[in-house]
């Protein structure tokens, strides 16, 4: 006797659940690799855009007998301590006495004709270069100015750090660096960066002033600490910058985490470890006591 030969019409239940997982593994394989594409992309351009923000400014030192843009993009809160040379200078204007329209007031973020009033506009020209493709927030600003850079008295000539030049805590530190050619190590000395700036509750708020790591030696008053804070969640563990030749660069964090913690609250954390002293030993190399 024979029997009938039944042919498979199609996959089991268990056949079918493997494929599904197989698809799925595929899926997400790609998804990373489509988002890890996408990240370089977007540090490629955040990193073009900076070497355009340096170019243009030390294309406006020498359409101004050698006098840098000035790093400060504000003159609200420390009324009085920039000249109106130093003013002339800003490279954004995002909020002055006579200009109260370049804040939002709903934000508190620079608008469109803060960037138009700055002294790097016609050096830029594109509102598209003032914003990181990494940035998450809706600024219209991303980069801040290296705030020891293209200043007159020093440090961002912010009045905050003293009554006096140099200001009692900040010492040999203090150091005035307005011309191009006051910068004696171009390739090592950073001219722009992403900048995230925090308020006191980690929100991300407007960059003010240029960007800052105090530069002290960790003996008496002269305390190391950031400032400011680098964009370092943008592109998780890493920061990307310009340096004053024109190129760029992207810093490898050397403890990602750690950092993260002690900029909570607005970067003013005192520490001294190799991130720091990256960031310490680029402000203004050859001029800086450290």
Known sequence: MSFPHHRRTGFTLTELMVVISVMGLLLSFLIVSLSSVQNTAQATVDLSNQGQIVKANNTFALDNKGRLLHPRNEDLLFNGDLNDEARERMWVRDYVYSDPGNIDSSTGWGTLEALNEGAAWDYIGNADIYKSPLDPTLRLRSYSLNSFVGVNKGADDNSTYGTVTPPPYFGTNYTPCPTLTGIRQPSRTMGC??????????????NLHGFLVHPGTGTGVFIPYWEDAPAINWDPGKV???YMDGSTYTYALSDYKQLGDDLVGGGDTSIASPDYIFFRDIMLPGRLSQ
């Open 240 to 242: 990307h910058l310009a």
């Open 193 to 206: 960066i992403i900048e995230e700036n925090h308020d006191n509750n980690g929100n991300v708020v407007n």
